[in-house]
């Protein structure tokens, strides 16, 4: 391997991006408006649910639930509705997403002891919101129910019980339940995929279309050399991304990490080479700009967003599906990246990460390698 | 100065400026119908930046000029129904095969259907491209596509031919067999105008124009310009008459 | 404006769209790969909260807790590790959703009519699905409290409570796929009619054909036809490709109007494409032209209302979304797929449909102009 000649492919790529400010700009652009998106934009918490509701019954006592459900952090009563129809009006237009309606004897039955049903209609379109919403309805009603139950029992005489069990909750790792907090890793995670692969992605598959290739396999220079010197400059934007990424979710999210910084660093690197190689062959197996493109898209953009844990939990995946998720570089360094943010964790609890991270790194390197060599490099 | 009848290209002060850049300054010329133009310069002489303006792809940045009896500035797109062009890199669509590539620019000037079927056969003739005409453009070699530029750009019959460079990374045989045929054509009356950098095609030419650096510095037949610029050379030819005028540019 | 020209223009851009095989794949599998991920990752229900129990007490009470969750068909107790470090290994190493520790100290604390402490560990580590799952489990116990209350005072307590129905409007079953595999069809339809018209007047510039082009009678209005015809005709075709295997292979109901759909779609497309051009007359390379689209496609993608809820963002942010075709396009979407309306309550996003398609179809128009300088 010889620097020299590493040294001219980076210097020409360096010109060759420098000459493209607009390219470069947006390398940069892109990833600080990811970020800016869901750290300010996107959250998928569930609060204030707008719930139309329908009293039938009209007593002191539906009017008590009522309340209890306004006062309620969970759910927002936007309007009050005649009936169970323009309840349905309400869902359609989307100017409500629940529906609670009040039978008529409510008050009756639960003053003789016996249960009265409620009828919740929620907007399904969701599933996010409508389980969200569904837990918090059956939350509200068992606390609900609880109260009545002591009010039962107190009126009977019966002594004031306590209740058995209460239940005390700690949330670990991201103890305000704030999306941010797992979404900063994720999210790094995907910009070095779009800085990293995607424009690597389009490098040689240029270098073909112009036939420019041509000259380049006359040239007494490596397979290898001309992967790393293509690779350089990419590297350093990705890498460049990475900290204002960490800068920015520190900043303006208040996500700071737990572990070691340089920790990090190592990781990142890591990834960002396997981002590299990857972009790499798939610029040398597509050949051609607008195929890059798209391969880029479909393997490198989309499963490091879906398929990573990111946002759309694996274990809900099917068992198909999970399995990909294995061949996912992006899943490995989210481990990594929440591991550090959220968990405080060493390198050797993660030395497992590491070690796929590397070896996909080797591989897809390799079989870049192998395939320029058979087309004359 | 106003353009007569026979003047099919008229050019008046026509200047082409790129930012500080003067591309062309201020040059005058007319080219008559039936003539073989041809416009002679070295790279960089503001030669394609001439032909493009006349066909309307650039804009002038001062100036007149009529091509066919339009305004280049104003009437751009009617002189396009009247003339042919032929870029220096043939452009073709390599993916499509002769075949398709005809169809498709039969289509692009609007040639009536009637006529497709025989224009379609003299593109192939003249082209001699009968049994490649279903190979992909892009597999073909240097002079055949050369030759399928140049009947896309004749089929829709125009008054006017604009080639630039046209036989650039051409073979010898294929060069004398193209000017056989421009010298066919124009004497059917098609005009044509054709830029160059090389000398010895110049000889084929009718009236040349000799252009550097954005400045026209020799008009006339071949033979006239030679007289002119070497007077004490009975056998120098254009090459020395350029070279001269080039070094007299120099000082 | 000369239909033949447009007609040779098209025929033009499908000969080499098809003529590349791998051109061919792209465009068929792309489609349908994006939507099986799609429609089998985008999943938020709740099915298998993986739960780990430490029982320090051993008593009956808390075995019949320990029941009481297992009886729950959401949840699944994965594993019971004897000390606190080894929960605390099972939540770190994400084997868990939630820990839940039983102090050995609750039957007698029960025994004495007080409250036992049972510590519920989360990972909060997706708040959302923490959320929920925090939820079913105060949940479990409120029923586990209840059946404990009638052991305790030996008799069957009946006393007024509140049966909960829950019907899910649309989408009965709430499942995920219902919700997102419609809007997999919008995606997918942006995607590549975007990309593809954003590269194909650069790939012309670039072989040098565009010259060629210029030089002819060609209108910029039949050029434009002649560019974008085809690449509707494809995104339609991807639509139905898309479409039918949302229903045939997803399951997924259309409980609407097929040809409102169509119809909405057209109107979408007008946008992409408005947008695509655009974008193809202030690049010069494709490069430039592919990162330009990309930086399009995210905002919209990520603010229209796909995953996360246009609800939840900053009020902003929410007026930007009014400039975001693809948001309108998923509401008419789900209207159509979930909720079976018609155009007498979707007029309003068709409405906004027309108007941003028109403006930025126009817009796209008048940069078009036959010069290369």
């Known amino acids: 391997m010889n620097p020299r000649k590493i040294n001219a492919v980076m210097r020409k790529e360096f010109i060759h991006l420098i000459r493209d400010p607009r390219s470069l700009i947006l390398a940069f652009i892109i990833p600080l408006s990811l970020i800016l998106l869901f750290g300010y934009a996107l959250s998928l918490d569930v609060d204030n649910v707008e719930t139309v509701v329908v009293d039938y019954d009209h007593t002191a006592m539906s009017r008590d639930l009522i309340e209890h459900l306004d006062a309620s952090i969970y759910f927002q009563i936007k309007a009050y509705a005649r009936n169970a129809n323009e309840v349905g009006e309400y869902l359609d237009h989307g100017s409500a997403t629940l529906g609670i309606i009040i039978p008529p004897g409510f008050a009756r039955k639960i003053k003789s002891d016996k249960g009265s049903p409620i009828q919740v209609l929620m907007d399904g379109s969701d599933p996010n919101f409508s389980n969200m919403a569904r837990g918090y309805v059956n939350a509200f009603v068992a606390g609900y129910n609880n109260k009545l139950l002591l009010s039962f029992l107190n009126r009977n005489g019966l002594e004031r019980i306590n209740p058995p069990v209460e239940g005390r909750i700690r949330v670990w790792f991201n103890e305000d339940l704030e999306s941010r907090k797992f979404i900063i890793p994720g999210l790094i995670a995907v910009i070095i995929m779009i800085a990293g692969a995607m424009l690597t992605s389009l490098v040689i598959a240029r270098e073909y279309e112009n036939g420019t290739m041509e000259t380049i396999k006359s040239l007494p220079l490596s397979a290898l050399e001309l992967l790393v010197g293509k690779s350089v400059p990419y590297f350093f934007i990705a890498l460049t991304n990475v900290f204002i990424s960490v800068l920015l979710g520190q900043l303006l999210f208040g996500v700071v990490m737990k572990a070691s910084f340089w920790l990090m660093i190592f990781g990142s690197s890591l990834y960002i080479f396997v981002a590299l190689a990857l972009g790499l062959l798939i610029s040398t197996v597509t050949k051609s700009q607008l195929m890059a493109n798209q391969g880029a898209i479909l393997l490198t953009y989309l499963p490091s967003l879906m398929l990573s844990n990111f946002v759309f939990p694996i274990t809900n995946m099917p068992s198909v599906l999970q399995l990909f998720t294995y061949i996912v570089p992006a899943t490995y360094y989210i481990d990594i990246l929440s591991g550090i943010y959220l968990k405080d964790l060493t390198f050797t609890q993660l030395w497992g990460d590491f070690a796929v991270l590397s070896l996909m790194f080797i591989v897809l390197a390799a079989l870049n390698m192998r395939l320029l060599k058979k087309e004359g490099l | 100065m106003t353009p007569s009848n026979n003047d099919v290209i008229f050019v008046k002060d026509l200047e082409k400026r790129f930012n500080d850049f003067v591309a062309v300054n201020k040059i005058t010329f007319t080219v008559k119908k039936g003539e073989i133009f041809g416009f002679l310069g070295s790279n960089g002489s503001g030669k394609s930046t001439t032909i493009r303006m006349l066909c309307g792809i650039i804009t002038p940045t001062s100036g007149q000029g009529f091509v066919a009896g339009h305004n280049i500035l104003t009437q751009a797109e009617e002189v396009k129904h009247s003339i042919g062009y032929m870029s220096q890199k043939f452009s073709l669509y390599e993916d499509l095969t002769p075949f398709e590539n005809i169809r498709f620019y039969l289509g692009l000037y609007s040639v009536p259907s009637a006529q497709w079927k025989e224009r379609m056969d003299w593109v192939l003739d003249m082209a001699q491209l009968h049994e490649v005409k279903d190979r992909l453009t892009k597999e073909l070699p240097q002079g055949w596509r050369q030759r399928l530029a140049l009947g896309c750009a004749l089929l829709h019959k125009p008054d006017i031919l604009f080639l630039d460079e046209p036989t650039s990374g051409v073979d010898p045989i294929t060069r004398r067999h193209f000017w056989e045929f421009i010298t066919d054509i124009a004497g059917q009356g098609i005009t044509v105008f054709v830029t160059t950098h090389y000398m010895e095609e110049a000889l084929n030419c009718g009236r040349i124009v000799m252009i550097n650096l954005g400045n026209i510095v020799a008009q006339g037949s071949p033979s006239e310009i030679v007289s002119e610029i070497c007077p004490d050379k009975p056998d120098a030819d254009l090459n020395e008459a350029f070279i001269t005028l080039m070094s007299r540019g120099q000082q | ?373």
């Open chain 3, 1 to 373: 404006m000369s239909w033949m020209r447009i007609r040779e223009l098209v025929r033009k851009e499908f000969i080499i769209l098809f003529r590349d095989e791998k051109n061919r794949r792209v465009l068929i599998v792309a489609p349908i790969v994006q939507i099986l991920l799609f429609g089998y990752v985008v999943n938020y229900d709740i099915k298998d909260i993986r739960v780990a129990v430490m029982d320090q007490a051993r008593t009956s009470e808390s075995r019949s807790l320990i029941k009481t969750i297992a009886g729950n068909k959401t949840f699944s107790i994965t594993s019971y590790p004897e000390d606190p470090s080894g929960l605390e290994q099972l939540l770190l190493k994400g084997k868990v959703d939630i820990g839940i520790k039983i102090a050995p100290d609750m039957t007698s604390r029960i025994r004495k009519g007080r409250t036992a402490e049972i510590q519920i560990l989360a990972d909060g580590s997706m708040s959302n699905m923490a959320s929920i799952r925090i939820a079913y489990t105060v949940m479990v116990l409120d029923t586990f409290n209840q059946n404990m209350i009638k052991e305790i005072k030996g008799q069957s307590l009946d006393y007024g409570h509140i049966d909960a129905r829950i019907r899910a409007w649309y989408n009965p079953n709430m499942d995920s796929k219902n919700f997102f595999v419609p809007a997999i069809v919008a995606f997918v339809v942006m995607l590549l009619s975007l990309l593809l018209t954003s590269i194909a007047v650069i790939r012309e510039k670039e072989t040098g054909t565009l010259e060629q082009l210029i030089v002819t009678p060609l209108k910029p209005i039949e050029m434009i036809m002649g560019k974008t015809i085809p690449y509707i005709v494809i995104s339609l075709v991807q639509m139905i490709l898309v479409t039918i295997l949302a229903k045939f292979w997803f399951d997924v109901p259309i409980a609407g109007s097929l040809p409102l759909l169509f119809l909405a779609t057209c109107l979408f497309l007008m946008s992409t494409l408005g947008v695509g051009l655009f974008i193809s007359t202030v690049s010069s390379t494709q490069q430039q032209a592919m990162m330009t689209t990309f930086f399009f496609i995210l905002p919209f993608f990520m603010l229209s209302g796909f995953v996360f809820p246009i609800a939840n963002m900053p009020v902003v942010v929410q007026w930007f979304s009014y400039l975001n075709p693809l948001r309108f396009f998923l509401v008419i979407l789900r209207g159509i797929f979930l909720k079976g309306v018609g155009i007498h309550v979707l007029w309003p996003q068709f409405l906004a449909l027309t108007i941003l398609g028109t403006v930025l179809f126009a817009g796209a128009i008048s940069r078009f102009q036959k010069r290369l300088d």
